[in-house]
C-alpha cells in the first residue's frame, strides 16, 4: 500500500489500521464529497450540499479577487521603479489599474459591477476613467508621446478618485 492511501485510510478512519478496499485510480479514493477539514476529524458533507458549494464559491470568489487585486497593486507599484520612462510606466500603471478595478467583478460579479459603472452617477467618471485608459496605451504604445501618456495618466488617475 503506497503513502498517500495509508495517510488517507489514517485520516478518514482516525488511525486504525483496517484493510480496506479503495479503488486504485484515485490516489484518495472516494474523497470528493468533503467540505471541510477540522483539526480533530473529517466531516463528512454531501457534496450536493448547497451550503457546501456556496461556501466554496464564496472563498472562491474571495480568493480570485484577492490575486486580481495583489496583482493589479503590485504592477501599480512597480510601474514607480520605471518612472523615468514614462511609456513603461503608463502600460504597468494602467494595466495594473485595470487589474485592481476588475477584481471587484469577483466579489459583486461582473452584472453587478457592470451596473453600477454605468449608473446614471457613474457614467461620466466611467467613461471619463476608461476612455484615458485607452487613450494612455495608444499614446503609450503606438504614438509613443511621453508627455501625452503623462496627460493621459494623470487623467486616468483623476477620473478613478472621482
Known amino acids: 500500500m503506497d503513502a498517500p492511501t495509508r495517510l488517507h485510510r ?8 483496517e484493510e480496506e478496499d479503495l479503488p486504485e ?8 464529497d468533503l467540505c471541510s477539514l477540522s483539526q480533530l476529524q473529517v466531516k463528512r458533507i454531501p457534496s450536493e450540499t448547497p451550503e457546501c458549494r456556496t461556501d466554496f464559491i ?3 470568489r474571495v480568493y480570485a479577487f484577492a490575486a486580481c487585486l495583489a496583482a493589479g497593486l503590485a504592477l501599480m507599484i512597480l510601474s ?4 523615468a520612462r514614462p511609456i513603461k510606466f503608463a502600460v504597468m500603471f494602467t494595466f495594473g489599474n485595470m487589474l485592481a478595478v476588475g477584481s471587484t467583478a469577483f466579489v459583486m460579479g461582473p452584472q453587478k459591477q457592470l451596473r453600477m459603472m454605468f449608473d446614471p452617477v457613474c ?3 466611467t467613461a471619463i476613467y476608461v476612455g484615458y485608459a485607452v487613450l494612455a496605451l495608444i499614446f503609450a504604445l503606438w504614438i509613443h508621446d511621453k508627455l501625452l501618456t503623462l496627460i493621459a495618466i494623470i487623467c486616468e488617475i483623476y477620473a478613478l478618485f472621482w
Open 123 to 125: 457614467l461620466y467618471a
Open 25 to 32: 485510480e484515485s490516489i484518495l479514493g472516494d474523497t470528493e
Open 80 to 83: 514607480f521603479i520605471v518612472f
Open 58 to 60: 464564496l472563498a472562491l
Open 10 to 17: 489514517s485520516l478518514v478512519s482516525g488511525g486504525g489500521d
